[in-house]
């Protein structure tokens, strides 16, 4: 009797004593957030309280003068259209060969696969810092030393790209069977044969999956890329902005471009990584049919 | 089924001709394949003009970038009207030596030598003249004045390192830089390193080493030193100390906002939670515009309406975020496990208490861990949103590189900026395995 007594004391003390540790971690957090928000505030230019209101004035602008000239947007639409295939082919061509990239430091990187297993660690940093770099970084400096355009931006996002799917992809490997590599190896497979016929296969949906998914962020890098001044249609989005009043509705055209393309591209990757996931579920029961 | 009515024969045959058309396919698409990638390169070589960067590329800027990021040069200047020197590292008044300083490799007094590496060696002459003898070539004279700089150079070609005419001499040697005109001549010397990265010229603990600098911090002097080192006009760390945290600042209220915003809307879009569909329907909708309407154009749309700052680069995260977690949210909520729910009710508990306890446990460690995965991933975008809206490190990277010649501070933001978002990362992982570790154990 005294026994359960006991028990249900050292309980209700536990409970009592998460409770409190909950409750403060929670007062902790409810703190930093307010004082976070107020210094924030007090060092932006303008204060939140003051500019409230004013936050719907600027679209609103846009939208009316927009609406006031709804019949110039077909062209606007054909004048950027370039534009947006270049910031679409930066994106793609950038996803290509940060993947290229990923899948060859990635097997580098993966223990059981890895062509020399004493540099693990440093493909593994290696792929740490890349994964850390933000885009604008690389993209600055090769706009000093190459100049404007997609260039920069496409070898900036790729640089990128390598690192966060490198990470992504190595996760992948360590779940890959290691018994076809081993098979490969036994008849005297090279490593790149023993990668590719013996790896791959295994782990391209995934993959494929996630290089889709890294299509979808690297559009909106690339959008942005543009608008500090590597080409496409960020770049275009910057000068309409700096015409200013009278001239914003190709502002809203672009706007409006940008904001089809990047829910367009979400819907099709996401439809794609779908298919991809349970089509494979398909075969598989396809064959042990 | 089918293959049960067939002689053993036949379906050999069958096999042998479905793998015969399964490894043609396989081969095809393993040709297939690489052969579009190739394509789809080929063609952005065109498009992106590949071949005509050769052109556009500027060798010098990266040159000038590359030596500039690791070293430094110091000028030493005089003014041929009035014989005055000035001492100054890159320049700048703010690296400048005070009157009668200067670093051990310059003897000031009425002739002024400046010993350069490599036994190159420089004199100001007292009468206005400059001598520059050059190891392996000879002596260099010049008298700059009123008709020029009447430079005297050995016989012989002039080499395409010294470019010299009427009103200008200019020396480019491994050594450092001579530059003469009629009005001042001046030498550059490269050192490596990054200059005054410490102290200042006008601090008394400039030049100090560590066990100096111990000991008199050890006398009472820590806060002035502190102080002096804090608000080194030339790198001020202090201002790059409030903008690494600004851009911390922006990732942490822009994440954690969005994930306090999102919550509630998350039950208003999940199927299993939502009152009517029509609710479901219309968030799920505001969730893909506020997602769609990329953080470029939030961050464009607030900075008109609450200027440039952090707090404008925050609540772009914000928004941007609360159309990601309240997507992935949602989906999470539509995939709890409905027997522990059905577990609490049987117990009698009321429908608030129903969610606490048998909804939150599920989901926390979840709902944890996406906020951290973006925590860390916001102080990229941080970053990236502080260039274009001026606010943090981003802003003091592009402002680093919009004057073009500050590339050793460049050099310096990005490797804070590396470091804070490594950091970042580390930290979000060290709290996901906290709280969740915990969470499990339970």
């Known amino acids: ?42 060092r932006n230019a303008g204060s939140f309280i003051d500019g409230w209101h004013r936050f719907f004035d600027f679209p609103a602008e846009v939208l009316g003068e927009a609406a006031g000239k709804l019949a110039e947007f077909p062209a606007h639409f054909a004048q950027y259209a370039p534009s947006l295939l270049e910031t679409i082919n930066i994106a793609a061509a950038s996803t290509l ?82 018994k076809p590599v081993e098979g490969l190896s036994s008849v005297g497979a090279s490593w790149a044969q023993r990668m590719v016929l013996g790896v791959i296969p295994q782990v391209a949906p995934n993959y494929l999956s996630y290089a889709l998914l890294r299509f979808e962020i690297n559009i909106r890098a690339s959008a942005i890329l543009g608008f500090v001044g590597a080409g496409g249609i960020g770049y275009e989005l910057k000068n309409a902005m700096t015409w200013g009043k009278g001239q914003y509705d190709e502002a809203a055209a672009i706007f ?24 494979k579920k398909s075969n598989m029961i396809g064959a042990q049919a | ?35 579009l990638i190739l394509a789809y390169f080929a063609y952005i070589f065109i498009a992106f003009d ?103 150079l050995p016989d012989g070609d002039v080499p395409n390192w010294i470019n010299a005419s009427k009103n200008r001499l200019a020396i480019k040697t491994e050594a450092g830089r001579l530059t003469i005109t009629r009005n001042r001549t001046e030498v550059f010397r490269y050192t490596m390193g990054w200059e005054l990265f410490f102290f200042t010229l006008d601090s008394p603990y400039h030049g100090l080493g560590p066990v100096a600098l111990a000991q008199r911090a050890a006398n009472g002097e820590a806060g002035a030193i502190w102080s002096d080192f804090w608000n080194n ?55 893909d515009f506020f997602r769609g309407v990329d953080a470029l154009i939030w961050t464009i749309v607030l900075a008109r309406a609450f200027g440039p700052g952090p707090l404008t ?33 049987s117990t009698g508990a009321k429908p608030l208490q129903t969610y606490r306890f048998g909804v939150l446990p599920q989901i926390t460690p979840i709902f944890l861990s996406q906020v951290l995965y973006y925590l860390e991933s916001n102080t990229r975008s941080a ?60």
């Open chain 1, 1 to 42: 009797m005294s026994n359960i007594e006991q028990n249900n004391q050292t309980y209700m003390d536990m409970v009592r004593r998460k409770r409190l540790y909950g409750g403060i971690m929670l007062a902790v957090f409810v703190a930093l957030m307010l004082a976070g928000f107020r210094t924030a505030d007090a």
């Open chain 1, 97 to 178: 060969l940060g993947a290229l990239g990923a899948v060859i430091l990635s097997l580098l990187a993966t223990r059981g696969m890895a062509r020399w297993p004493r540099l693990i660690p440093v493909f593994r940093r290696a792929l740490d810092i890349m994964r850390a770099m933000p885009e604008i970084v690389i993209a600055l400096v090769l706009i000093f030393i190459l100049g404007g355009g997609p260039v920069p931006a496409m070898i900036a996002i790729a640089f990128h790209t390598v690192g966060a799917l490198g990470k992504l992809f190595s996760e992948v490997n360590e779940n890959a069977s290691l």
């Open chain 1, 256 to 279: 409006l471009m940008l904001f089809v393309t990047i829910v367009v591209v979400d819907q099709l990757s996401s439809a794609l990584r779908d298919r991809l996931t349970h089509g």
């Open chain 2, 1 to 35: 089924m089918s293959t049960a009515t067939l002689t053993p024969a036949a379906t050999t045959a069958r096999l042998i001709r479905d793998t015969d058309a399964l490894f043609a396919r396989k081969r095809v698409v393993a040709l297939a394949v690489p052969a």
């Open chain 2, 50 to 152: 590949i071949a005509g960067l050769r052109d556009r590329a500027s060798l010098d800027n990266a040159m000038t970038l590359v030596n500039d990021s690791y070293s430094y040069k110091t000028h030493v200047a005089r003014d041929n009207r009035s014989g005055e020197v000035s001492i100054s590292i890159e320049g700048e008044r703010k690296g400048a030596y005070p009157d009668g300083m200067s670093p051990d490799w310059v003897t000031l007094g009425d002739d002024t030598v400046i010993t350069l590496p490599k036994g190159h060696e420089v004199l100001f002459l007292a009468d206005g003249s400059v001598r520059y003898d050059i190891p392996g070539y000879g002596l260099v004279t010049a008298t700059p004045g009123r008709s020029g700089v009447n430079a005297v």
């Open chain 2, 233 to 287: 006009r030339m790198w001020q760390h202090h201002q790059v100390a409030w903008a690494i945290f600004e851009t911390i600042l922006m990732a942490f209220l822009g994440t954690f906002g969005a994930a306090i915003v999102a919550l509630p809307l998350a039950l208003l879009a999940a199927r299993n939670f939502a009152p009517f569909v029509w609710v479901r329907m219309v968030t799920r909708r505001v969730f």
């Open chain 2, 313 to 345: 680069g925050a609540l772009a995260i914000l928004i941007t975020d609360t159309g990601s977690f309240g997507k992935m949210f949602s989906e999470t909520l539509e995939n709890v496990d409905g027997k522990q729910i059905e577990g609490i009710r």
């Open chain 2, 383 to 442: 970053t990236i949103i502080g260039a274009i809206t001026g606010g943090g490190i981003g802003l003091l990277l592009t402002q680093a590189m919009i004057t073009q010649k500050d590339w050793e501070e460049v050099a310096y933001y990005i490797t804070l900026i590396i470091l804070m978002v490594m950091l970042m990362d580390w930290f979000s992982g060290w709290l996901r395995k906290r709280l969740i570790g915990g969470q499990d154990a339970h």
